[in-house]
């Protein structure tokens, strides 16, 4: 994966940058290190979370989590969604530093605030579980909602999920059928089944509700789906 819009310094080393980008999908990852390092130093926020990538991944290097971070970090403090994202999930896992939920959340909180959606799942996760943060049912639908409005299928999953059960809100089988139904069409592998045991809870007329709404939501492009 490697990130196509430029940071500081805007087009001016667009085609050095994408010289790097050319290489690293033939697999050339020398020549990809040797351009966007140059980028990097001089403060592209795209470069240096392209090389994060790369010390992350071993590709073309030594695999070395430190490095990772430090790139990332660069990047993220930018602003740059993708390098504040990969940053948390580098806090969440312990990789270069000793596992830190809340540094996670923070990070993945200004990368959610900026539209990213895997932020958004991810963060939706920590309120669901309390870690990092206070457990926060509330919060937990907030972020996954506006995941599931990107298409996120996790988390249009958690999503129905916590309206079958009743997390967050009043238990309402219509809206979890409808979420369920949705991750289901974008390919949630345990969406299929979960519908189904929310089906045997509700009448045939209210499956057959939750199923226009589905229909109706996903026709909006998410914008219409209470």
Known sequence: MVIV????????????????????????????????????????SGAQFNLGLMYRNGQGVVQDYKVAMKWYREAAEQGLAGAQFNLGLMYDKGQSVGRDYKEAVK???KAAKGG?????????????????????????????RLAAEQGIAKAQYNLGVMHAQ??????????????????????????VKARG???????????V??????????????KRCD
Not at 29 to 37: C, F, G, I, R, V
Not at 215 to 221: L, S
Request: contains cysteine; glycine residues 12%.
């Open 5 to 44: 819009s430029l940071g500081a310094g805007g087009s001016v080393y667009a085609q050095d940058f994408q010289k790097g980008v050319r290489a690293s999908k033939s697999g050339d990852y020398a020549t990809a290190l040797k351009e966007w390092k140059t980028l990097a130093e001089r403060g592209l």
């Open 197 to 207: 045991i929310v089906a045997l809870k509700m009448s045939p007329s209210d499956v």
């Open 116 to 144: 990213d959606a895997d932020a958004q799942t991810y963060l939706g996760f920590m309120y669901y579980k309390g870690q990092g943060v206070v457990q926060d049912y509330k919060a937990a639908m907030k972020w996954y």
């Open 107 to 109: 990070w993945w909180r």
């Open 166 to 191: 009743g997390q967050g809100v009043l238990s309402d089988k219509i809206s979890g059928h409808m979420w369920l139904n949705i991750a289901a069409t974008s390919g949630h592998k345990n969406a």
């Open 209 to 222: 509700k939750a199923q226009e709404r589905a229909k109706r939501c996903m026709a909006f492009g998410y």
